[in-house]
Structures are given as C-alpha cells and as structure tokens.
C-alpha cells in the first residue's frame, strides 16, 4: 500500500466527533438486509447542520438504503439512527414536519400538473412557502399547469426538489437531484443546494456522479458494497490524496485497496 | 378519481346503464312482479362494491406503483389522515352514486315497500368496509397491472354470481349454495331486505360482518406502502 493509500485510509476512519457544526443526523453501526443480501454493513457517521453531506459511490452500494433509513421510509435491521435528535421510525410525524426528501422516482401521480403538486405540498407543510416562490425557484414557471407525465426528465427531477423544499426542511435528502438534468439545470439545483446548507439545513445528498460531488460536497461519504470506505470533509479528503486528485481518483484508489484487503483476508 | 373516464364508467355510467337496460327488458329470469324493485338492491349493491372496492383498490395500487404512497409517507400526513382522507372519498362519491340511483330508480317505478333507513346505512358501511378490506388487500400487495386485472376479474365474478342481476336461486344447486356467501350476495340480499321489511337476516349479517372484518384485518396486516 502506497503512501498515499494510508494517508487515505487515516481520513477514511477519521474521528467522526470532530465537528465545528451541531450534528443532525447521527447513525452508528447500521445494517440493512434485504433478505440473503446485506446491503448496508455496520456504518456510523454524522451529517451536520448547515453543511452538504455528498454520499457517493457506485449502483447498489448502500445510498439509498441509508438515505431512506434515516428519512424513516425503510427500516433498519439493526443499528442506531438519530435525526435532530428523534427516531426516523418511532417519531416520524414530528421528524416528517421538520425534513424535506426527494425519492429517486419522483412519487407525483402522473396526470398531476404542476403547480396543483406545488400547492399540495405547500399546504402538507402548513404552507411555510408558496407553490409559486418554489416553482420560480426551479424556473418552471411556464410548466405549471402541465402534467408530470409530460415532463422531461430534468423538469420531473426539479419538481421533485421543489416537494422536498416545499418542507423548509431543517434536514433534506435527496437521492440523485441531478440524475438527468442538463447543464443549465444542474447548475440550478446546485445553487439551491448550496444555499439551503448556507441557510442552516444539513443536506444529505446521494449521488454516483463523482465530478458533482466534488462541486457541492462540503463532507464525503464513500459507499461501496454496503461499507463506508471514507467519511471526511472534501477538503481533507483531497488535501490527504493531494490537490490534484479528484474524487473520482480517490474513489478509485480507496475501491481498490478495500477489495485487495478483502482478497488478502 | 374523476379525472379519468374510466373512474366515471365504472362508478357511473355501468350501474345506471345495468339498472336501466335490465328494468326495460325481460331478459333476466326473476320472480318478482316489478323487475325494478329486484334490481335496485343489487345495483346499490354494485355501486358501492366499484367504489369501494375496484375504484379504490385500482387507484391505490397505482399509487403505489408511482412511489405516490412512499413520498406522502415522508410529509406530516400520517398514515391516519390519509386512510381518513381515501375514506371520505369513498363516502362523498358512494352517497352522490347512491342519489342518482335512486333518482333513476324512481323514475323507473321503483317502490320500496317498508324502508328501514338505519338498516341500510348500517349495512352499506359494512358492505363499504367489507369492499374497501378486499380492494386494499389485493392493492397492498400485487403489482399495478396485475391488480388492475384481478380487481376487474373479481368485479365480474361478484357481478354476475352475487345476487345483483340474478338471483341464486336462478343459479345450478351447487353453484347457488356457494354464491350465496359471497359479498356482494350477502350485501343484496340485506339490501333487498331492509328496503322491503323491518327484519334483519342475522346469519347474512353476521356473514358480511365476518368478511369485512376478515378483508380489513388482511389488508393492515399485508399491505406494502411500496413495491
């Protein structure tokens, strides 16, 4: 193993309590089983308040699992999972209040038009916001009275995001907000992520698209076979790797050296 | 629900066309004096088995399907406002079906001769819970377009051999003998009953009663609030 690669895997277990934010979202020791398959392995870590958690890695390697077992949709088969301090199962309706989440698919009854889901949403949350302001927000603003069957895949995407903010969410956590959006698009919902962290959310964001990550992750987590293989600042991460190395040459580097390990036991 | 056309069919146009079509022609082999007085219990009968049951169970199934049930299940709606809200649902469109039935019923020379009112209502919630248990536990459970088949495929079987348009007395003996639990029988046959005398049927009732509460307790217990 290079020098690098143990520089790497000191940040991969870096002390989780070392924190300048409030915690939001703490998980030890969680697993996920679906059946014969372990899909999450025993991970522990933070996401903190006013920072962009980016939970990266490939197809099937644990995102969505954690993420939705910290929004409370799925259950966890074993471990402990606190977000602001409530149980995601045992407290969902105080925690539903208080947290925006944007499912992979969408979730919208296809012949819903626009604005009418904006307005549902908006009035599921007490109407802290207006369908209006948000949909602005996501420049949909000419597609407000059309159908979500009729969307395009970026328009259905900012929609979704448009329902998770609909929350003013404290927490917010979205599965892939940019899978199939254009350019223009990700630099939009980019900057809505950037600004929901700045105004005090910890956003906890799944993604397998590395370059993305590296733009807006304040913190990383790197999934791969159900195991966190690092769990660091950004900053960190690629001042221990060096500067020039991007995420996806760490992700490369710390994939490679856990499936040798793996070999070698 | 109502903007599809086919929501507007099943729960519509189907009960008032069978109702109409049936009561002016002599194709149904009944025993009663007036064809109409036969039909419109099984009709009513129909109505709230498509609203509660095929309306419901195929609108529920989808949303499942489309992950609807999944994301309201991360707002603060809670799994009782939205069982409180498919349920008033249910009441609004089954209580506007019922009235326009029974305005096409007496236009047609309906006359129920002794009504029970409390009866009825009390036997229409039963046949709606009984209805609504059969429609979700299938919902909760199968895949949108296998659903959507199997709800229909039972709405067919319940109409044809629940006492709706036929009696089971018309039914083969051993085909009658079994038809005669079914739901939809048991909620006609109520019906019919407390549109038309002061008595209730205790066996049927306590029949119905244990289908409902049979149906309702498999739905909690069985559904998935996604694929």
């Keep these: 193993m290079s020098a690098k690669s143990c520089e790497l895997r000191t940040v991969m277990v870096m002390n989780i309590s070392s924190q300048s934010h409030e915690v939001a979202i703490s998980v030890r020791d969680l697993v996920v089983d679906y059946k014969q398959l372990r899909a999450v392995n025993k991970i522990s870590f933070n996401a903190k308040v006013g920072e962009v958690t980016v939970v990266i890695g490939p197809n099937g390697a644990g995102k969505t699992s954690t993420m939705e077992v910290c929004s409370g949709v799925r259950t966890a088969t074993s471990g402990e999972v606190s977000v602001l301090g409530l149980d995601p199962k045992k407290d969902r309706i105080k925690i539903n209040s208080q947290i925006g989440v944007m499912l992979q698919d969408g979730g919208v009854y296809p012949s819903s038009r626009v604005f009418e889901v904006a307005q549902h949403y908006c009035n599921l949350y007490g109407n802290r916001t207006t369908a209006d302001e948000l949909i602005d927000m996501v420049d949909l603003g000419r597609q407000k009275k059309t159908s979500w069957r009729k969307l395009s895949g970026g328009e259905k995407q900012r929609l979704s995001l448009v329902l998770a903010l609909a929350a003013k969410p404290r927490v917010a956590f979205l599965d892939e907000p940019t899978s199939g959006v254009d350019i223009f698009g990700r630099d939009l919902i980019r900057g809505i992520v950037r600004r929901l962290a700045d105004d005090g959310c910890a956003v906890i964001m799944a993604t397998h698209e590395l370059d993305e990550a590296q733009r807006v992750a304040d913190h990383v987590l790197m999934f791969q076979d159900g195991n966190l293989l690092a769990n660091a600042p950004l900053t960190q991460l690629r001042a221990s790797a060096g500067n020039n190395q991007t995420l996806e040459d760490i992700f490369r580097s710390l994939a490679s050296n856990s499936s040798k390990s793996r070999e070698v036991q | ?227």
């Design chain 2, 1 to 227: 629900m109502a903007r599809n056309g086919e929501q507007l069919l099943l729960l519509v146009v189907i009960p008032v066309m069978l109702l109409v079509f049936f009561s002016q022609t002599d194709l149904l082999p009944t025993t009663s004096e007036n064809k109409i007085d036969f039909l419109m219990p099984g009709i009513l009968s129909l109505a709230v088995m498509s609203t509660a049951m095929v309306s419901l169970g195929i609108a529920t199934g989808f949303e499942r399907s489309y992950g609807v049930l999944k994301r309201l299940g991360t707002t603060p709606l809670g799994t009782r406002r939205l069982v409180l809200a498919k349920v008033s649902a249910i009441c609004v469109i089954e209580v506007a079906q019922l009235v326009l039935l029974i305005i096409v019923g007496l236009l047609l020379g309906w006359n129920p001769s002794q009504v029970n009112l409390a009866q009825v209502l009390v036997v229409l919630l039963i046949g709606t819970s009984c209805f609504a248990g059969i429609g979700l536990s299938l919902a909760g459970r199968l895949r949108a377009e296998i659903n959507l088949a199997a709800q229909n495929g039972l709405y067919l079987v319940l109409l044809l051999l629940g006492g709706i348009l036929v009696s089971n007395d018309e039914l083969p003996n051993s085909l009658g003998n079994v038809a005669q639990f079914l739901p939809s029988s048991l909620l006609s046959s109520l019906l019919r009953n407390s549109l038309n005398s002061t008595e209730l049927v205790i066996t049927d009732f306590v029949a119905l009663c244990s289908w409902a509460s049979t149906a309702c307790v498999l739905a909690v217990v069985s559904f998935k609030w996604s694929d």
